[in-house]
């Protein structure tokens, strides 16, 4: 049996460039990659310190943002021409190890990854907090976002104009209480950075979007508790085009897969030129995000809301380099 050559250092760079550019709650990216002593396989962890212990007490938006880098990884992979395996949790007695990512030699690799429109979309994608036109999404390209979704082991439902309002309004009742509970308001202005900061990590004053105007669009306010700081409002989209993702179970393995779900949708939005935001807020309370599940299905996980539709892009936010990322 042939031996497999060990991944050299450029490689292992442009994959952990592609993998931090995948979006995180709040952009605490909490992740740490470490590459094997054979130098074959990249192990994905979560790091503690980077959670948001009030917002998501079970880690399971950490397990979407882990799983957003792991499948940006595996585009850059397929980019390059080799083919990612992947094994979730694999090894039950290292519980911060959430994946393990082995790059094996040049064999082929899944046309759908290989899609050369997906990795460009890697660095493009930035999430918009700005108005959206309102102008309709053709169905061939939200019928692809769904295969996307798919694909990965999620599903996305698409939702008819009330099933919308109703997904709003758990979001609004989210955000009210995140606005009025004084731990979650002061947990997420613990993630906004002034300008001129060094941190890589956060979401930069300069990267908020306004509120709606018309106050239909609940989009988070991370200045809640700072008024001073918020932008002046705008007018958002009256007609709002939104997907659910969601899985069957509601296991960690589950949250992981929704995380490559979510970046493949996002990616595949990205290369039609979409713009996307995520209404994550109703999904932090577990009432609301047992109220979100879609009625027809009785086991219905959801896992984050997705607004996409066509408008400014987004700015982007800052990212720990690759280098800072890894351990050998």
């Not at 009030?54 to 990884?73: C, E, I, K």
């Not at 979510?262 to 109220?291: C, F, I, K, N």
């Amino acid at each position: 049996m042939r031996t497999q050559a060990p991944l050299d250092a450029v490689t292992v760079e442009t994959l952990l460039a592609a993998a931090v550019a995948a979006p995180s709650i709040h952009n605490t990216q909490p992740w740490h990659f470490r590459l094997d002593p054979g130098g074959q396989v990249l192990e994905v962890h979560a790091v503690p310190e980077r959670t948001l212990p009030l917002a998501d007490p079970t880690h399971r938006a950490q397990y979407l943002s882990v799983g957003a880098a792991v499948f940006n990884l595996r585009v850059a992979a397929v980019h390059q021409g080799r083919r990612p395996e992947v094994r979730l949790l694999p090894d039950p007695r290292r519980p911060g190890l959430l994946a393990a990512v082995r790059l094996a030699d040049p064999l082929g690799a899944d046309d759908r990854l290989a899609d050369p429109g997906l990795y460009e979309a890697v660095a493009r994608r930035h999430t918009s907090r700005m108005p959206f036109t309102g102008r309709p999404v053709p169905e061939p390209i939200v019928a692809e976002m769904t295969s996307a979704a798919y694909a990965a082991g999620a599903r996305l439902h698409l939702p008819d104009i009330s099933g919308t309002r109703r997904l709003l309004r758990l979001t609004a009742a989210a955000e009210a209480r995140n606005r009025a509970h004084p731990g979650r308001s002061a947990e997420t202005l613990a993630w906004i950075t002034a300008p001129g900061s060094q941190s890589p990590y956060g979401v930069p004053l300069t990267a908020l979007g306004p509120q709606d105007a018309a106050e239909r669009m609940p989009m988070r306010d991370f200045t809640s508790s700072v008024p001073a700081l918020r932008r002046p409002g705008l007018w958002f989209e009256r007609h709002v085009q939104t997907a659910l993702l969601w899985t069957p179970q509601d296991r960690r393995e589950d949250w992981l897969r929704a995380g490559q779900a979510l970046q493949y949708v996002l990616l595949t939005a990205t290369a039609h030129g979409l713009r996307t935001s995520l209404l994550h807020q109703a999904m932090e309370w577990p009432d609301l995000r047992a109220e979100a599940a879609v009625p027809r299905h009785k086991r219905c996980h959801a896992h984050l809301l997705i607004r996409f539709g066509y408008g400014p892009d987004g700015t982007g936010t800052p990212r720990q380099s690759a280098r800072a990322g890894t351990a050998g």
